[in-house]
C-alpha cells in the first residue's frame, strides 16, 4: 500500500496536534458508495474507507486494506505511523463494538499501546465515544498520562449487555488517578449511570472547572443524593456547568421529562464562580422554570453565557425567563422559542444590552397580538403586561414588516447562531428567510451560523436575496 503523501510525513507528522481513531474490524467491507478517493505520492487515486482517521489541524488521512494486501502489512504501516506521532495533544477513539467479545487483535485497539508509547506524555484531551465496554478497554490501570486535562465519555445504549459496573468503576479510577490535572469533566449517556459509584470512585478533582454531565434521570433518591454530593465537592471550582438529567430525544429533536426526577438539583445549590451553564431538559411544569430562573438569578453577577436550546419556550414562558434573568453582564444567549416576534427581540435588547452572541431555534415567526390594540407590534414585552389575552398571528411577511421598524444599532450582537427546530412548515419560515429579516434590523452581526454575514446573504434564494437587499440598502 503506497503511503499518502510521503514525501510530507516528517513535516507533517511534527504538526499533527489532534487525532481521531475510528475504530472498525479487520476484514469489514465497506459499501461503494462511501468509499471515497484521495491521491497518493503516484498521482492515482486510492480508496478511502473502513480504517479511518481524522487529523484534525491540517489535513484529513485514511486508510484501506487493497484486495491484494495483507492485514499484517496494513497494521504494521499504522503501527509505524502512529508510533512516529510525538505532538499530539488531543485523542479521540471512537467505538461501537462490544470489546468485552472482540479480541484486541481483530480491531483497532491493537493500536493502543504504540498510541500511549508515542503521544501519551503530551496528551491533554482524551475523548471516548461508543460502547461502554470501550470505558474498560481503554481506561486500563497502567494507563497514566501526565498532563491529562480534559476528559470526555459518551457512551450509546448498552445494546451488547456490558458490563456496566466494570466500566464506571475503570473510569472513576482512571479520573480519580488524574485528578490533579483534571480541569474538565465530559459524562454523556443514553443509559442511566450509577452517579453514586463515580461519586464514591472519583473524589474530588481540585482543579475541576468544567462539568458536563447528560443521562436520563433515575429516578432514586440515592441517586440524586450522590449527584448533589458530587456537585457539592466542588462547589468552590466550577465554572462552567452543563447539566441534563433527561430522557432520551424526541424525534423533533428534544429532551423529555421523567416524573420521577428530582427537578431541584443543580438549581438549589449555590456556585458562586459559575460563568457558563447550560441546562439539556425539557422543564414543562412553571415550577421547574421557577426552579431555573431563581438559579440564574442569583448568579446573575457571574454569568456571562446560558443556553437553554433544548427548552421549547412559550411567549410566556419567553417574558417569565428573560425578564426574570435580565442581566447586564450577559455575553452569550442560546434559547428555543415557538415563534420569533418582533417584541421578542426589542424585549431580548433591553434585558440583555450587552450580548455578544445570540442563539436561536424556533418553529415559525410571526406578530405578537397585544390585549387592547395601541399596544405596537414592535414595543418591548412588559414584565408586567398580562399574557393570557395574547395571541400570535403566524407569517413572515408580518414579521418581516414589525422587524422593519426596529433598528438595533447599539446592540453589541455580533454573532447570530439561528436553525429551525424539526417541526411544522419548514418552508414557509426557512432559515434564510427568517435570518435574511433579522440582519435587516441588526447590523453589528457579521457572522451567521459560521458564515460570513455576505456569504450567508449570498447563499438565500433570489427572490429572497432581492427583499432583504432593498431593505438594508
Not at 418582533?342 to 405578537?368: H, N, V, W
Amino acid at each position: 500500500m503506497a503511503p499518502v503523501f510521503r514525501q510530507n510525513l516528517p513535516n507533517m507528522k511534527e504538526n499533527i496536534r489532534s487525532l481521531t481513531l475510528i475504530q472498525t474490524m479487520f476484514g469489514f467491507l465497506v459499501p461503494e458508495e462511501r468509499t471515497e478517493a484521495i491521491e497518493n505520492d503516484r498521482g492515482d487515486a486510492s480508496p478511502k474507507g473502513f480504517w479511518g482517521r481524522q487529523l484534525q489541524k491540517v489535513f484529513g488521512l485514511s486508510y484501506q486494506t487493497r484486495k491484494q494486501l495483507k492485514e499484517l502489512e496494513v497494521v504494521r504501516y499504522l503501527d509505524r505511523f502512529i508510533g512516529n506521532l510525538r505532538c499530539v495533544t488531543e485523542l479521540t477513539i471512537n467505538s461501537h463494538f462490544n470489546h468485552a467479545l472482540v479480541p484486541r487483535s481483530g480491531c483497532s485497539l491493537i493500536f493502543l499501546d504504540t498510541s500511549w508509547r508515542a503521544f501519551g506524555p503530551n496528551l491533554r484531551r482524551l475523548a471516548l465515544k461508543g460502547d461502554v465496554s470501550l470505558l474498560e478497554a481503554v481506561l486500563q490501570e497502567a494507563v497514566y498520562l501526565v498532563q491529562l486535562e480534559c476528559l470526555s465519555v459518551q457512551i450509546g445504549r448498552n445494546r451488547h449487555g456490558g458490563d456496566m459496573g466494570a466500566a464506571l468503576s475503570a473510569l472513576a479510577k482512571f479520573t480519580r488517578r488524574h485528578s490533579s490535572t483534571l480541569n474538565t469533566l465530559t459524562i454523556v449517556s443514553d443509559d442511566v449511570v450509577d452517579f453514586d459509584v463515580l461519586n464514591q470512585g472519583i473524589g474530588r478533582l481540585p482543579r475541576l472547572q468544567t462539568l458536563k454531565v447528560r443521562q436520563p434521570p433515575s429516578g432514586t433518591s440515592q441517586h440524586d443524593r450522590a449527584a448533589r454530593q458530587f456537585l457539592l465537592r466542588h462547589i468552590d471550582t466550577i465554572t462552567d456547568l452543563d447539566w441534563a438529567f433527561a430522557d432520551v430525544l424526541l424525534k423533533e429533536g428534544f429532551h423529555h421529562w421523567v416524573d420521577g426526577a428530582d427537578p431541584l438539583i443543580p438549581f438549589n445549590l449555590k456556585i458562586p464562580n459559575i460563568r457558563s451553564l447550560a441546562v439539556g431538559y425539557v422543564c414543562p411544569q412553571s415550577i421547574r422554570l421557577t426552579s431555573v430562573i431563581s438559579f440564574i438569578s442569583c448568579h446573575q453577577r457571574s454569568l456571562t453565557k446560558l443556553s437553554l436550546a433544548f427548552w421549547m419556550l412559550s411567549l410566556d414562558q419567553f417574558t417569565l425567563l428573560v425578564h426574570g434573568t435580565a442581566s447586564p453582564i450577559l455575553k452569550e444567549l442560546e434559547i428555543s422559542i415557538a415563534t420569533l416576534t418582533s417584541r421578542m427581540f426589542a424585549t431580548l435588547s433591553i434585558c440583555f444590552p450587552r450580548l455578544e452572541i445570540l442563539g436561536l431555534t424556533y418553529d415559525k415567526a410571526g406578530r405578537q397580538l397585544g390585549v387592547t390594540s395601541t399596544q405596537g407590534h414592535s414595543t418591548p414585552i412588559l414584565a408586567t403586561e398580562r399574557l393570557e389575552g395574547v395571541r400570535v398571528a403566524h407569517g413572515l411577511s408580518e414579521f418581516a414588516e414589525d422587524m422593519g421598524k426596529l433598528w438595533f444599532g447599539d446592540w453589541p450582537v455580533e454573532a447570530l447562531n439561528i436553525r429551525k427546530c424539526f417541526c411544522s412548515e419548514w418552508q414557509g419560515y426557512r432559515v434564510g428567510s427568517v435570518g435574511g429579516v433579522l440582519l435587516a434590523s441588526l447590523p453589528r452581526v457579521g457572522f451567521v451560523n459560521r458564515m460570513y454575514r455576505e456569504e450567508f446573504l449570498s447563499v438565500m434564494p433570489g427572490k429572497e436575496f432581492e427583499i432583504v437587499i432593498s431593505r438594508l440598502f
